[in-house]
């Protein structure tokens, strides 16, 4: 019996850490269980949280990003950014379809799976579902 098979693995955090965790796990397969924080403000998520609020989608989109085993157009898709000067310039397609299953009222969950069926990602990814902003203040 492999360790991979006989232990589970929960790893929390956000960012391009948690990510990069996640690759390192994902011999673990649905084993192993990655739980992303709603932290991210930057880029694409940034400019979609100022415009609509809701989920920040982002760092999941990343954690998933850095789990695909099979490139494919689906992943392709997913991970691709806009290019040029209009508005959709910078934004990833990833967290577009993502915001989109949230406006759709897909549970988050739900959204999550459907993404991972998709690109065939078998490391399990939860969202932590309490928005928040993390700011600091210097005196």
Same mark, same amino acid.
């Given at each position: 019996?492999?360790?991979?098979?006989?232990? *589970?693995?929960?790893?929390?955090?956000?960012?391009? !850490?948690?990510?990069?965790?996640?690759?390192? %796990?994902?011999? /673990?397969?649905?084993? +192993?269980?990655? #739980?992303? +924080?709603?932290? &991210?403000? !930057?880029?694409?998520?940034?400019?979609?949280?100022? $415009?609509?609020?809701?989920?920040?989608? !982002?760092?999941? @989109?990343? $954690?998933?990003?850095? %789990? #695909?085993? &099979?490139?494919?157009?689906?992943?392709?898709? /997913?991970?691709? @950014? /806009? *290019?040029?000067?209009? &508005?959709?310039?910078?934004?990833?397609?990833?967290?577009?379809?993502?915001?989109?299953? &949230?406006?759709?009222?897909? @549970?988050?969950?739900? +959204?999550?799976?459907?993404?991972?069926?998709?690109? *065939?990602?078998?490391?399990?990814?939860?969202? $932590?579902?309490?928005?928040?902003? #993390?700011? *600091?203040? /210097?005196?």
């Amino acid at each position: 019996m492999s360790i991979y098979s006989s232990k *589970k693995v929960v790893a929390i955090g956000g960012g391009h !850490g948690l990510g990069r965790m996640l690759a390192a %796990l994902k011999d /673990f397969g649905s084993n +192993a269980t990655g #739980i992303v +924080a709603t932290t &991210d403000n !930057g880029g694409s998520t940034g400019r979609i949280r100022e $415009c609509q609020g809701g989920i920040a989608w !982002g760092d999941t @989109r990343n $954690c998933i990003n850095q %789990l #695909i085993t &099979d490139p494919s157009i689906g992943s392709m898709m /997913f991970e691709y @950014r /806009f *290019k040029g000067t209009g &508005d959709l310039n910078g934004h990833n397609l990833g967290n577009l379809m993502l915001t989109a299953l &949230d406006n759709l009222s897909v @549970r988050p969950l739900d +959204a999550i799976e459907l993404i991972r069926d998709l690109l *065939k990602v078998d490391v399990n990814i939860i969202q $932590c579902l309490s928005t928040l902003q #993390i700011s *600091k203040h /210097f005196r």
